[in-house]
């Protein structure tokens, strides 16, 4: 379906609202374009703008968070912090076309506002983060900023309350983004270590005899212990994604090909970062193109079909 249709079979109307979800479908088609894709290709049309709305929402967060001093991206939290309570509490919509996207996905989700209030609050991990010294560490960030930010659209596909499936909806959609952050921090191992941090542990760097000044001037002589390193992560990262295979499980079918989808990619990506290997130390991983879009090709063809069967 085309966009415009969309968004008018969401009930957005106004110009307005409407060039403000457009910008954000095309920061989103930008920089996420598997997860781009598959919301077009395997959702109902009414819930593409705010699905958009809330990944670009996150993603605008994130890009004010992500870099630079702590004191900096800690500042810029606390005044995006304000500025997102005022948008969401206001009466009159707000300027910015991401905030003004994520006014009204709020309206007609009222949901959403305590969600965005959840992630807010768990972005103040994410601004402070220089890296973990544990394995205890990274499993609170994941619980207290990488949870909370998957599900801001993973909430817009829960299952209905009264189906008692909210716990393990929740459980499925942590193992889920466990494993994606696990995927992520490897594929970004090189990026990352730019940046004077990565995602992988001290403990674990110890574990394998590597230090972290090795990682970050790309010294040849700890590519073997990086492969070792990859290949346990690695493994961490699959026992995540397999606990999550039941999610799609959990929610309507129409939502299903969506879930499975996602859950295929990020298997696609762990197998990238696998194969690249020691080699993570020099350039990203990622899954092919060609590789994805089967992915995404198959799961239309269950969607087309449970639309033909719902019929």
Known sequence: MRWAAALTQAGITDPRQRRAYDVQRRLVRRFALHEYVAARLLLPAQLHPPVIAAVAYMHATDELIDTGEVDARQAALQHWDEETTAALEGSRPPEKPVLLALWDMARRHPHMAARVRAFLDGAAVEASWTGFDSEADFQAYVDSYSL???????????????????????????????????????????????????????????????????????????????????????????????????????????????????????????????????????????????????????????????QRQAQ
């Open 148 to 306: 909370p930010a998957l599900m801001l659209t993973a909430s817009l596909l829960a299952p209905d309350p009264d189906a008692g499936a909210d716990e393990p909806f929740v459980r499925g959609c942590r193992a889920l983004i466990e494993g994606w952050q696990r995927c992520d921090f490897l594929a970004d191992l090189s990026e990352d270590a730019d940046q004077g941090r990565i995602g992988i542990p001290q403990e674990e760097l110890d574990r394998n005899g590597l230090k972290f000044e090795d990682v970050r001037s790309k010294s040849e002589a700890c590519v073997p212990a990086l492969e070792q390193l990859v290949v346990a992560q690695a493994g961490r990262a699959e026992e995540a994604l397999a606990e999550c295979r039941a999610l799609p499980s959990l929610v309507t079918a129409e939502y299903r090909p969506f879930l499975d989808a996602l859950i295929d990619v990020q298997e696609l990506r762990l197998l990238a970062v696998r194969q690249a290997g020691g080699s993570l130390l020099l350039r990203e991983a990622g899954p092919g193109t060609p590789a994805a879009l089967r992915v995404l090709a198959r799961q239309y063809r269950h969607a087309q079909t449970q």
